[in-house]
């Protein structure tokens, strides 16, 4: 399994898209066999849930995000868990023993959401094609 975590100065970050870096940790049976901490590519709408579906990151952890962006990790068949505080090791450990809880997104919704955003077209879109 791999997951990602929004991620600044080795604690999980409230918003994940202005997070500056973001860590991808590989466990196997229950052990880190893998963690790397790759800067932000760059907030712009999609951006970040492509950068973590091409890093192979099956689960998204955040402190908060809006849900368009939720929509966009969902299209990658990525898995979001947000609400989520407290250090990085802290959280790999609680995903590892099966103790780590997500609640309500900590940012508020629509800070970084700029005009036009429903006409943005992703990669996500090609392959996932959804219907309204």
Known sequence: M???????????????????QFTFVTIEN??????????????????????VNKNNA???????????AVQFFKQYGIDVIMGVQGSINEVIKKVIDGTLKGGESLCSPGG?????????????D???PHHH
């Open 112 to 124: 970084g959401k700029g005009f036009g955003v429903e006409k943005i077209h992703t990669d996500a």
């Open 58 to 68: 099956s689960c998204m952890i955040a402190g908060g995000m809006g849900m368009r």
């Open 30 to 51: 229950n052990e880190v066999i893998e963690k790397e901490v790759l800067s932000n590519p760059g907030h712009t709408v999609g951006s970040i849930p492509e950068f």
């Open 2 to 20: 791999k997951i990602a975590i929004a991620t600044d100065n080795g604690q999980v970050c409230a918003h994940f898209g202005r997070a500056p």
């Open 126 to 128: 090609d392959e996932h």
